[in-house]
């Protein structure tokens, strides 16, 4: 256990540290960075079993069915390369403008 994790005294205050990542994804209209934020959590949040998640800062996919790329995993390695997946697996369409 690492000596930060000693600062949470109850659970659900979901203490966790953070570390970031960027990621540049290759597109025909440009490329796009991410970045992506790795939490580590003292103990795992209330009904999840593992303590790492990841979340990028952008959604992908906007003009059909918008989403924000995220992973759990048992690792950093995990976790990240599970955002990773999802950031290269659909595209980034940018934001509308409408």
């Given amino acids: 256990m690492a000596e930060w994790e000693y600062a949470q005294t109850d659970r659900e205050e979901e ?7 960027s990621m540049k994804k ?12 790795v939490k580590e959590y003292a103990s795992p949040p209330l009904g999840q079993h593992l303590r790492f998640f990841a979340e990028a800062d952008k ?3 906007q003009k059909t069915a918008p989403f924000l790329p995220s992973g759990w ?3 950093v390695l995990k976790a990240l390369a599970d955002c990773m997946r999802l950031i290269r697996q659909f595209p980034y369409e940018g934001e509308d403008r409408d």
């Fill in 15 to 21: 203490l966790a540290e953070l570390r970031f990542f």
């Fill in 26 to 37: 290759k597109q025909p209209g440009g490329d796009v960075t991410f970045r992506v934020t």
């Fill in 59 to 61: 959604q992908v996919n």
């Fill in 73 to 75: 995993g048992s690792s």
